[in-house]
T-cell receptor
Framework: DAGITQSPRHKVTETGTPVTLRCHQTENHRYMYWYRQDPGHGLRLIHYSYGVKDTDKGEVSDGYSVSRSKTEDFLLTLESATSSQTSVYFC???????????FGPGTRLTVT | QQPVQSPQAVILREGEDAVINCSSSKALYSVHWYRQKHGEAPVFLMILLKGGEQKGHEKISASFNEKKQQSSLYLTASQLSYSGTYFCGTEMGGGSQGNLIFGKGTKLSVKP
């Protein structure tokens, strides 16, 4: 257990509303990631962070923004949610061995 | 750029063996394997590095053919607990900061 929590765990929201998902870790890991998982697509990287205020885009970053103001928190924001963003979102951290990623429990987001 | 996994799904009886393949059209630095049980987060199994080094699960073996850019995961004498979806994640360069591109997954079902 790498001490990763995600909140909320489930959320239903309407199209056009802003949504923020939170990932919290307790072990001061430098690298953090946000993925989305959809049937038939596997896990796809949205954004990642390599330190406080240091973030970069992944392969499916359009429509998402992130922020990391503290080592322990990595926030994912959907500025104006769309139905295509209905998905399960996983946060992950890169462990101390620098190759193993530990995933949080996931957030199931439904955009109606 | 997304690696291709095969087969998409496989059903086994306890004790049978299975091989899951992961192929990339790009030169790879490493291949990572994860397993995800239904409703849970993915869990790291092992990493195979360019040059032959392996790290990870003691009871699961894998290979990495650098010439073919292909990795295979070998599940021998399968147990019920092996059921789940297996994902390979590929890393193009050693300095990619843990950024992985995952395949779409192989669903493994082990029956009694």
């Amino acid at each position: 257990d790498a001490g990763i929590t995600q909140s909320p765990r489930h959320k239903v929201t309407e199209t056009g509303t802003p949504v923020t998902l939170r990932c919290h870790q307790t072990e001061n890991h430098r690298y953090m990631y946000w993925y989305r998982q959809d049937p038939g697509h596997g896990l796809r990287l949205i954004h990642y962070s390599y330190g406080v205020k240091d973030t970069d885009k992944g392969e499916v970053s359009d429509g998402y923004s992130v922020s990391r103001s503290k080592t322990e928190d990595f926030l994912l924001t959907l500025e104006s949610a769309t139905s295509s963003q209905t998905s399960v979102y996983f946060c992950a951290i890169l462990g101390g061995n620098s190759y193993e990623q530990y995933f949080g429990p996931g957030t199931r987001l439904t955009v109606t | 750029q997304q690696p291709v996994q095969s087969p998409q799904a496989v059903i086994l009886r306890e004790g049978e063996d299975a091989v899951i393949n992961c192929s990339s059209s790009k030169a790879l630095y490493s291949v990572h394997w994860y397993r995800q049980k239904h409703g849970e987060a993915p869990v790291f199994l092992m990493i195979l590095l360019k040059g032959g080094e392996q790290k990870g699960h003691e009871k699961i073996s894998a290979s990495f053919n650098e010439k073919k850019q292909q990795s295979s995961l070998y599940l021998t004498a399968s147990q019920l607990s092996y059921s789940g979806t297996y994902f390979c994640g590929t890393e193009m360069g050693g300095g990619s900061q843990g950024n992985l591109i995952f395949g779409k997954g192989t669903k493994l079902s082990v029956k009694p």
